[in-house]
């Protein structure tokens, strides 16, 4: 049965920050492959840098912002990602159900989810610890290499290049997820509503416990 | 799409005195770390420089003779071998000329 | 090599950084420290080194967080093969700055004064000593009389004894040989007042292979001078051709026809020592306290403090306080001249006694130069310096912080404002 109703999911600051992310991260993991594989020339390395640097100025004012005026979706957002329990690794076991479902077409019994799913957590505590370090050491990189001793510099310039890579390779499967998933990808960059029965099926603990109606008005 | 109305909503956070004195004391925490850290990393910065001056000056103060014109072995290279300072010998062996190398800048 | 060398006089290593492009991430921290801004690459793209301007100082070298900067002379292996061959005496000339770190590389903390295990070490290795501070001594005899002598002609109109020149006042130190290539390619101007002196290296070069005939009872050819040095600019001055005046004083005293050779034949670093000691086994950490043990390697306080910013000044007002006024000055230490400020400037006030006047002096020190020798020098072009005899040293404190030492991993070279750098182009 098709219901008409919805869940608002992602409020309008979640989706400006998550704008503002698009707008910074792309270009960021772009010219950061640049930077790292220096294949082009002296001129374009350079411009490559500087979108670097003002991407990366963008996703700091982003990331602070965001602290300030979201800050009970960021504390939420904390609590949830380290809510781990016996069903995460359960969850790993079958990888929530997604390659059975995307390559063999055949839906499998998952654990029940909250409001993020085993692997949504994991990524989001690479995207809370490896942007913070990204964040940290690239603004060190960027103005006070010549102030801070040397061997710090390194070492934040090595994490610099880990974390980048390893939320790199997330990028991918989130862009690849996050539009297979095309209700969820329409809720972000559109409306930030999705049907309260795919979000039942999806997540439904979170339903359970945090989804309550709308009584007195509602806002478009 | 755009229009359509929702009806369910999450349930807004609550947090009670102690949870937002916990969760301010983290991000405060985790904001000045770095900063003391950086403060701390820069101002001990010129220490290794600081130390080699110092071990400098000290094999200065406790060297027994403290200045050049009373090194006895400066003394006996003069009287037997170079001269005097600035002399015949002095100028041939101890002192140089330099060249202009802008030309080849321009 | 590069053949397009400009600044550069035949002989010369053309340029003894470069950067290895594989490691460069181009975030312009060198940049900082590079006095005469000859690190190309823009922001972002890989750096290389300019060697018409490049000083061969090193504080890129030991200030760059990913290591990229690299020596391009390297001849410790050479050194050791000179060790072991029995016909040739092999004589280590120590600057004072290498005592005070080398230990560094050895696990003892920084600063630690090693003079003892140091000479211990060098002599197991097969050196013969001449200690820098030696001929810091000399050169303090060389430059402070000449500064005397300028200083008398300036003030009381004295002519030179032998008829010669008689430079102008400012006078600049010699000893550092960045400073003075700095002046060559960028201040010709100013050749007339750079102290005529040699640096200690090429005094020791020079001593080591005239006067050193004696004591170690050798000919000139199989005396093999090696530099110890904070510094990789003694690297390139050590190649410069002129600087063959022992064996041009020896041709013509004994007329020996073998082919020129160097005074300073090679220099290694304090780094490059070093590696030397570690691939001869030698711990120098562990090494029992030894004297110098030869005539050369007789030094003073004044002679040592040469490789701190304001010790060749210090060691200068000491001696040429006691040649003119005859007695010594009280106290020795002269600390207006001591420390880390950009420029540091005193004045003395003596009394000839040769000519029964009392003439003031002002003395200035100036150090890393990359942030600090601009001002001074443009007065003294200008004719206004108040300024009669200026120490310049290229690297931030002095030489035990030259581009040779130790690298030392929780620090950096930086001694300006502490103020962020955002690197654009």
């Known amino acids: 049965m098709h219901s008409e109703k919805m869940i608002l999911k992602h409020p309008l600051n979640v989706r400006i920050f998550h704008y503002l992310l698009i707008l910074s991260f792309l270009p960021l993991v772009a010219t950061g492959l640049i930077l790292y594989f220096k294949p082009l020339s002296e001129a374009s390395m350079n411009l490559t840098m500087q979108i670097h640097v003002v991407a990366g100025v963008v996703l700091t004012i982003d990331a602070i912002g965001f602290l300030l005026i979201g800050f009970d979706r960021v504390v939420l957002f904390i609590k949830r990602i380290f809510n781990i329990s016996i069903n995460d690794f359960k969850w790993f076991l079958v990888l929530g159900g997604y390659p059975q479902k995307i390559l063999l077409k055949k839906k499998i019994a998952v654990p029940p989810m909250e409001k993020y799913n085993s692997g949504q957590k994991l990524f989001g505590i690479c995207i809370l610890i490896g942007g913070t370090v990204l964040i940290f050491s690239g603004w060190i990189l960027w103005a006070f290499p010549h102030l801070v001793p040397r061997e710090t510099v390194a070492l934040l310039g090595l994490l610099h290049t880990f974390f980048a890579w390893v939320l790199t390779l997330f990028l991918l499967v989130h862009l690849f997820l996050g539009i297979y998933m095309f209700d969820d990808f329409k809720a972000m960059i559109l409306h930030g509503k999705i049907p309260y029965d795919e979000a039942r099926e999806m997540s439904p603990l979170w339903v359970e416990k945090d989804i309550i109606p709308l009584s007195d008005k509602t806002v478009a | 799409m755009e229009n359509k109305k929702y009806q369910y909503i999450e349930n807004p956070l609550h947090i009670t005195r102690r949870e937002f004195i916990t969760i301010s004391g983290i991000i405060v925490a985790f904001l000045a770390l770095p900063a003391v850290w950086i403060k701390a990393l820069t101002s001990a910065n010129n220490n290794y420089i600081q130390a080699r001056t110092k071990g400098l000056y000290q094999d200065d103060e406790k060297a027994a003779v403290r200045v050049s014109h009373a090194n006895k072995s400066v003394t006996r290279y003069y009287k037997e071998f170079g001269g005097e300072p600035l002399g015949h010998l002095s100028e041939e062996l101890l002192h140089t000329k330099y060249i202009n190398r802008t030309k080849g800048l321009s | ?425």
């Open chain 3, 1 to 425: 090599m590069n053949a397009t060398a400009k600044t550069y006089q035949k002989g010369e290593i053309p340029g003894v950084i470069a950067i290895k492009a594989s490691s460069c991430k181009g975030c312009d921290a060198c940049k900082r420290h590079c006095p005469t801004s000859a690190i190309t690459g823009m922001f972002g793209a890989t750096h290389s080194i300019n060697v018409d301007l490049c000083l061969s100082c090193g504080q890129c070298l030991i200030n760059c967080p990913f290591g990229a900067p690299y020596e391009t002379s390297y001849t410790v292996d050479e050194v050791i093969a000179k060790l072991k061959d029995p016909n040739f005496t092999v004589v280590g000339i120590i600057a004072p700055a290498v005592r005070v770190a080398i230990g560094e590389d050895f696990g003892l903390p920084a600063g630690s004064l090693v003079t003892g295990k140091l000479y211990g070490s060098m002599k197991k290795a097969g050196f013969e000593i001449l200690d820098n501070n030696f001929t810091a001594d000399l050169t303090i005899m060389e430059e402070g009389t000449e500064f005397i002598s300028r200083a008398r002609h300036a003030v009381f109109g004295e002519k030179n004894e032998r008829g010669g020149e008689t430079g102008p006042l400012p006078q600049f130190t010699s000893c550092c040989p960045a400073w003075v290539r700095l002046v060559e390619i960028k201040y010709p101007a100013l050749i007339p007042n750079l102290s005529s002196a040699k640096s200690p290296q090429q005094m020791a070069g020079t001593v080591a292979k005239t006067y050193g005939t004696k004591i170690w009872k050798k000919s000139a050819e199989k005396i093999y001078t090696v530099g110890i040095m904070p510094c990789t600019a003694k690297k390139l001055e050590a190649s410069r051709p002129e600087f063959i005046s022992a064996y041009e004083y020896n041709k013509k005293n004994e007329g020996a026809s073998s082919k020129p050779y160097p005074d300073v034949d090679t220099v290694l670093t304090t780094r490059d020592l070093s590696r030397l000691l570690k691939k001869m086994k030698i711990d120098l950490a562990k090494e029992k306290e030894v004297e110098g043990g030869t005539l050369l390697a007789d030094y003073t306080g004044a002679g040592t403090i040469f490789g701190n910013t304001g010790g060749v000044m210090e060691a200068a007002v000491r001696t040429a306080y006691a040649v003119i006024t005859g007695e010594e000055l009280q106290p020795l230490e002269f600390k207006k001249v001591r420390g880390l400020k950009g420029v540091k400037s005193a004045s003395v006030t003596i009394k000839d006694s040769k000519y029964n006047k009392e003439v003031t002096l002002n003395l200035a020190v100036v150090h890393n130069i990359s942030e600090n020798i601009k001002p001074v020098v443009e007065e003294v072009l200008a004719g206004r310096s108040p300024y009669h005899f200026i120490e310049v040293m290229n690297c931030p404190g002095g030489c035990i912080n030259g581009g040779g030492q130790p690298i030392c991993g929780n620090g950096s070279s930086w001694l300006g404002a502490i103020r962020p750098w955002f690197a654009w182009t």
